[in-house]
């Protein structure tokens, strides 16, 4: 659905966030939840991803922040 709406682009950059967005949750949660098994290692694997993260939210706002480009007019 969002492929005809919006774009191949975007429905794989939607696919692709999504999935990511969930994966991280999931590691996060799972490791946080057996953190007293292996408290360095889920330290670790909890810090990379919300910095990885954070990241990526970060680069999308700069993204986001640059002006589109113009508007092709058509010529005769």
């Given amino acids: 659905a969002i492929k005809n709406e919006a774009g191949g682009r975007w429905a794989t950059f939607a ?5 990511g ?5 999931s590691v996060i949660f799972y490791q946080g939840a057996t953190f007293m098994r ?3 290692a889920s330290a670790l694997w909890i810090g990379l991803l919300i910095v990885l993260m954070a990241g990526f939210v970060a680069l999308l706002r700069l993204v986001g922040q640059r002006p ?6 058509a010529t005769e």
Avoid: D, G, I, R
Wanted: hydrophobic share 55%; glycine share 0%; no cysteine.
């Fill in 38 to 40: 292996h408290p360095a």
């Fill in 21 to 25: 967005l969930a994966y991280s949750v």
């Fill in 15 to 19: 696919a692709l966030w999504t999935t």
């Fill in 68 to 73: 589109a480009p113009a508007p092709l007019t």
